[in-house]
């Protein structure tokens, strides 16, 4: 199954066998003998203005490289309905910190999903909780890295570039400004301190007034 990362995120989404208006490949808990329900209410999850799902917290075993990497089992959540998850697209995996968030308006009692990362630590499967990124467009073979970066699968170790990163729920940092346009020319402001926080979740950069 293909699935969209976001760093915005912390669940493990993927689409069911009874979801109609998903498409591509849908997950058949008929198959599996790990499978269990969580939760049976029917819950809501919105993700800014592009994705909405609802559907059921369920637990089971999930494997990476062809069953090579196996956690088991992963509460993750079950999608019967959806909207704004692209055809191409079985899911979503959420990749963010987790922890307690920073300066956000978000209510005391909000609780993190099982986190993606913790879970193939806590399998051994990596000696770091990180992950690199390769895009390659619209018609090429993009995909994420868990662990350690590593040299071999970059084009050059020479465009590595450290952001540092608070801690947080999100991964954020405190940018010194915005550039509009070329170097040379373009349009400069200076920031006010305001927290940026760095998500695969939205497709627009948004900045201050």
Known sequence: MKVIYD?????????????????????????????????????????????HVEGKEVQDQVCLKSFSLCMDPLDFFLVSEQFGIPA?????????????????????????????????????HITEKAFSTRFTGSFGESFVDFGPMREEEMSSIGEVVDVPCNKGFFYSSIPQGVRFGPEEDGQVFALDRSE??????????????
């Open 7 to 51: 760093t915005g995120s912390d669940w493990l989404l993927i689409e069911g066998r009874g979801c109609e208006n998903c498409k591509g490949s849908k997950y058949d808990s008929n198959t599996s003998s790990y499978y269990t329900e969580v939760d049976i209410r029917t819950q809501s999850k919105v993700y800014g203005s592009f994705y």
């Open 88 to 124: 191409e697209a079985d899911g979503i995996m959420g990749l963010a910190q987790g922890r307690r968030p920073r300066d956000f308006n978000i209510p005391e009692d909000f609780e993190v999903g099982p986190l993606f990362l913790d879970t193939l630590s806590f399998a051994q």
């Open 196 to 209: 940026a926080i760095f998500t695969t979740g939205i497709s627009l950069s948004l900045v201050p007034k």
